[in-house]
C-alpha cells in the first residue's frame, strides 16, 4: 500500500482547516464554500488517483501545500492572502496534470 491515501488525507484536512482560520472574518459564505472546494480539490484528485500517482506526488503537494498556507494563515498579516488560497491549488493540479504524463510515458503500454 502506497502512502499517497494517508497523506493526501492529512493534507486535505490541514489545507481546509487553514483556509477555514483564514477566512473566520469572511462574511461571505458562499465565496468560503468556493474556496474550500478549490483548496480541496488537488486533495480529491489525489484519493481517487492513489493507486496510479507516485507517491512522491502527494507528499510535495501536502507539504508545500500545508507549508504556504501555515504562513499565510498563522503568520504576520498580509495584503491579499487569498492569492496564495488560489494559486497553491493550482499549482497542484499543474504537478498533477505532469506526473500523469511522465507516468503515461514510463508505463508500458498493452502487448
Known amino acids: 500500500m502506497t502512502p499517497t491515501r494517508p497523506v493526501a488525507a492529512i493534507g486535505a484536512?490541514?489545507?481546509l482547516g487553514l483556509t477555514i482560520y483564514q477566512g473566520r472574518h469572511?462574511?461571505?459564505?458562499?465565496?468560503?464554500?468556493?474556496?474550500l472546494l478549490w483548496v480541496a480539490s488537488p486533495f480529491v484528485a489525489?484519493?481517487?488517483?492513489?493507486?496510479a500517482s507516485h507517491?512522491?506526488?502527494?507528499?510535495?503537494?501536502a507539504a508545500v501545500s500545508l507549508a504556504i498556507y501555515g504562513?499565510?494563515?498563522?503568520?504576520?498579516?498580509?495584503?491579499?492572502?487569498?492569492?496564495?488560497?488560489l494559486i497553491v491549488p493550482l499549482g497542484a493540479?499543474?504537478?498533477?496534470?505532469?506526473?500523469?504524463?511522465?507516468e503515461a510515458k514510463t508505463t508500458p503500454?498493452?502487448?
Do not use: C, D, M
Open 46 to 51: 489525489l484519493l481517487w488517483k492513489s493507486g
Open 71 to 85: 504562513v499565510v494563515a498563522l503568520g504576520p498579516p498580509r495584503p491579499q492572502p487569498a492569492f496564495w488560497f
Open 93 to 102: 493540479w499543474v504537478i498533477l496534470a505532469l506526473a500523469s504524463l511522465v
Open 13 to 15: 484536512v490541514g489545507s
Open 55 to 61: 507517491p512522491w506526488v502527494a507528499v510535495v503537494i
Open 26 to 35: 469572511n462574511a461571505h459564505f458562499f465565496l468560503t464554500i468556493l474556496f
Open 109 to 111: 503500454s498493452g502487448p
